[in-house]
């Protein structure tokens, strides 16, 4: 089983409606949790971090499962402009105090006109 | 302020050559960490480092190697170049080596021929 998974798509949606993307993680002692953009060719850029109370910031909304071992990403109203790849990312810290960064593959989302 | 900084922005080698990639980070941020970046996946983590220690490990071989400078500033070395060492190259930096929230670089995309 892979660390961090993702479905990656195609997720092709109209505008304006709503989408949601699921990741789950292998590790239960996964510290910290983010979700990135990325569009093609181009790095990924920080979308949000995700607390476990579960946050939001504008049409987006990030939640954190500890139990189920996953987080989501909620997009309302889509855009034309959120048309990317989004890609979440789980972080681990041994017992030396050193971290590793996980990512997933990616979900690629298509807004459509 | 600048964001992260990485040269060069493309690169072409020959099977069996070193190259040397080089990242600045955030001003006042104290680690980087290293991703390769291959077609259709996600960011795999290389390394990180944080006031000059390697904090984090992933799973490459030892041709790969990197080291921070006291600017904070790093570079990721390879040796030996394989045709499977093709990838974009992905400088992150974060205010410390804990996990936390990380910004990327545009990349360094090399091409090993």
């Known amino acids: 089983r892979k660390e961090v998974e993702q479905d990656p798509g195609p997720f092709n949606v109209p505008e304006g409606a709503t989408v949601a993307f699921n990741c789950t993680y292998s590790n239960s002692a996964s510290q910290s949790f983010f979700w990135y953009r990325q569009d093609c060719r181009k790095e990924p850029k920080l979308l949000m971090s995700v607390y476990s109370s579960g946050n939001e910031d504008g049409r987006f909304t990030a939640q954190l499962n500890r139990a189920s071992q996953y987080i989501s990403l909620l997009i309302r109203d889509s855009k034309l402009s959120d048309s990317a790849t989004y890609l979440c990312?789980?972080?681990?810290?041994?017992?030396?105090?050193?971290?590793?960064?996980?990512f997933g593959t990616g979900t690629r989302l298509k807004v459509l006109a | 302020d600048a964001g992260v900084t990485q040269s060069p922005t493309h690169l072409i080698k020959t099977r069996g050559q070193h190259v040397t990639l080089r990242c600045s980070p955030i001003?006042?941020?104290?680690?980087v960490s290293w991703y390769q970046q291959v077609l259709g996946q996600g960011p795999q983590f290389i390394f990180q480092?944080?006031?000059?220690?390697?904090?984090g490990r992933g799973n490459f071989p030892d041709r790969f190697s990197a080291r921070q400078f006291p600017n904070y500033s790093s570079e990721l070395n390879v040796n030996a170049l394989l045709l499977g060492d093709s990838a974009l190259y992905l400088c992150?930096?974060?205010?410390?080596?804990?996990?936390?929230?990380?910004?990327f670089g545009p990349g360094t995309r090399l091409t090993v021929t």
């Open positions: 001003s006042g941020h104290k680690s």
């Open positions: 992150a930096s974060s205010l410390a080596g804990t996990g936390g929230e990380q910004y």
């Open positions: 990312v789980v972080t681990f810290r041994f017992t030396s105090g050193t971290y590793k960064y996980i």
């Open positions: 480092y944080y006031e000059k220690e390697e904090r």
